[in-house]
T-cell receptor
Framework: KAGVTQTPRYLIKTRGQQVTLSCSPI?????VSWYQQTPGQGLQFLFE???????NKGNFPGRFSGRQFSNSRSEMNVSTLELGDSALYLC?????????????FGPGTRLTVL | AQSVTQLDSHVSVSEGTPVLLRCNYS??????LFWYVQHPNKGLQLLLK??????LVKGINGFEAEFKKSETSFHLTKPSAHMSDAAEYFC?????????????FGSGTRLLVRP
């Protein structure tokens, strides 16, 4: 089976712009989660989707949003970019997202905001 | 509330010597516990997983971890370090009775392997 794929792998944007990141889960997985990784804050949960519904959202401002499509692919969007949004954004998929499910991570999208 | 504490931010070992990466967790309910590894500029790879079956869990690349409820610990070990083990390791908890659908990550331990 193909793993979790994320596109693009690298992005450079300037402050004030917006960006959309994409994640394709492992075939058959219906849960997709997003995490932000920075040197200062570590790995932080952004949100989780299952069957096109957001089930939980982390403590991030409303500039961060996401969605999931009927084929389980997911996108996240960050509007009005700030320097502090520079990070590695990781997507993970699992069959149901439930406790005990193994979450499989993609390689990440490295976002740099100038 | 659930949390994970990785007791060492950096661990340095010589190639061929044992590895011990320490992790303590806090959870109201019996959790699922994971160890993931991240090599530079890569995503996270699952090393092993505990879900209340055997308390000693064997993972990939010779790693194993022991769940000790009385000590609320889930330390990661390997008998003999290899240069390719140099990476960052994350201890992760997934609360069982919590419908948050999220993983809670420790702050990570960077493993350095000296030749």
């Amino acid at each position: 089976k193909a793993g979790v794929t994320q596109t693009p792998r690298y992005l450079i944007k300037t402050r004030g712009q917006q960006v959309t990141l994409s994640c394709s889960p492992i075939s058959g997985h219906r849960s997709v989660s997003w995490y932000q990784q920075t040197p200062g804050q570590g790995l932080q949960f952004l949100f989780e989707y299952f069957s096109e519904t957001q089930r939980n959202k982390g403590n991030f401002p409303g500039r961060f949003s996401g969605r999931q499509f009927s084929n389980s692919r997911s996108e996240m969007n960050v509007s009005t970019l700030e320097l502090g949004d520079s990070a590695l954004y990781l997507c993970a998929s699992s069959p149901t997202g439930g406790a005990g499910d193994t979450q499989y991570f993609g390689p990440g999208t490295r976002l740099t905001v100038l | 509330a659930q949390s994970v504490t990785q007791l060492d931010s950096h661990v340095s070992v010589s190639e061929g010597t044992p590895v011990l990466l320490r992790c303590n967790y806090s959870s109201s309910y019996s959790p699922s516990l994971f160890w993931y590894v991240q090599h530079p500029n890569k995503g996270l790879q699952l090393l092993l997983k505990y879900t209340s079956a055997a308390t000693l869990v064997k993972g990939i690349n010779g790693f194993e971890a022991e769940f000790k409820k009385s000590e609320t610990s889930f330390h990661l070990t390997k008998p003999s370090a290899h240069m390719s083990d140099a990476a960052e390791y994350f201890c992760v908890v997934s609360p069982r009775m919590d419908s948050s659908y999220k993983l809670i990550f420790g702050s990570g331990t960077r493993l350095l392997v000296r030749p």
